[in-house]
């Protein structure tokens, strides 16, 4: 009998492993251990926060960003696949169509007039120009794209993407399976192009079941990642440690954000979050957010 659950033991428990680890089963409790254990990172200030729907907007709003020339916000969603210019309290002030794009799950504000949207379908990002007089943006007119495909299934793909302007760096993750944090390097300059998987800060990732968006803060240089899932902003204070900086559920109003995929911060440090189907949360504060 001892052989027998011996033999056992070693034949299964490599296989129930691998569907623990390749599902994020393993991510998932300790999360909740961590969860229940330690205080968050984000400072004890006077803020507001406010959430409202945008009834202009249908369903699958999905990424945000912010454009510090015009003191805007830009939102897109993946299908129908538009994007929409908003002012900061989540008010619409145009609206700007894609064609030819296949899942379009973030956005991210370069420079002048440049943006990168990110489509998980096509496993790319593409650079495009959106200018005071844009309405439509086609694909086939895109300046640049760069591909790259870390999934292992359909519709665990790429989710989130922010760029730092100093080092020509962008950062994108996958949702998961795998989770991934990628960054890659001299695509805008044309400059010896290098993609590095962070697996660094995967591995010390104990928060986030998932990863579903991401933000470079050029000011403070850290990154914020967001999970849908687990309902938490995670923060990256250094190049190696995830924090805990907000948990959603854990107040009355941020926690009726129930699937946030979007996550920007403007000059001011204040945060904006939006989620599906068309949840727009902003958290302002008397002081600059850290």
């Known amino acids: 009998m001892y052989k027998k659950f011996l033999l056992f033991f070693i034949i299964f428990c490599p296989f129930l492993f691998s569907i623990i680890h390749y599902t994020d089963i393993d991510d998932k409790l300790l999360f909740k251990i961590f969860h229940l254990n330690e205080e968050f990172s984000i400072i004890k200030e006077k803020h507001k926060k406010e959430l409202i729907v945008i009834n202009e907007i249908e369903k699958n709003l999905s990424g945000i960003t912010y454009n510090e020339n015009t003191d805007t916000l830009f939102a897109i969603t993946n299908s129908p696949r538009d994007i929409y210019e908003l002012d ?9 169509s894609l064609k030819g794009f296949k899942d379009t799950e973030d ?36 300046l640049k794209e760069f591909n790259i495909d870390y999934r292992y299934f359909e519709n665990f ?40 998987d962070k697996e660094e800060l995967d591995f010390n990732n104990v928060y986030l079941s998932d990863f579903s968006a991401i933000h470079f803060d050029k000011v403070m240089r850290r990154l914020y990642i967001l999970s849908d899932e687990s309902k938490i902003l995670g923060r990256v204070d250094d190049k190696k440690k995830f924090s805990k900086y907000l948990d959603l559920s854990n107040d009355k109003i941020s926690s009726q954000m129930t699937n946030p995929e979007g996550i920007t911060k403007d000059k001011e440090g204040n945060f904006y979050i939006v989620g599906e189907p068309n949840l727009f949360l902003s958290i302002k504060r008397d002081k600059v957010l850290n």
Do not use: H, Q
């Open 157 to 196: 793909g790429l989710e989130g993407i922010s760029y730092d302007n100093v080092e020509d760096k962008f950062y994108i993750v996958n949702e998961r399976n795998p989770k991934k944090i990628i960054s890659i390097k001299g695509f805008m300059t044309d400059s010896n192009i290098k993609i590095n």
């Open 107 to 142: 956005i991210t504000y370069i420079k002048d007039n440049i943006f990168a949207i990110l489509d998980e379908e096509l496993s790319s990002f593409f650079i495009v120009e959106i200018d005071n007089n844009t309405k439509v943006v086609y694909r086939e007119n895109s």
């Open 88 to 96: 900061k309290s989540g008010n619409i002030l145009r609206k700007i």
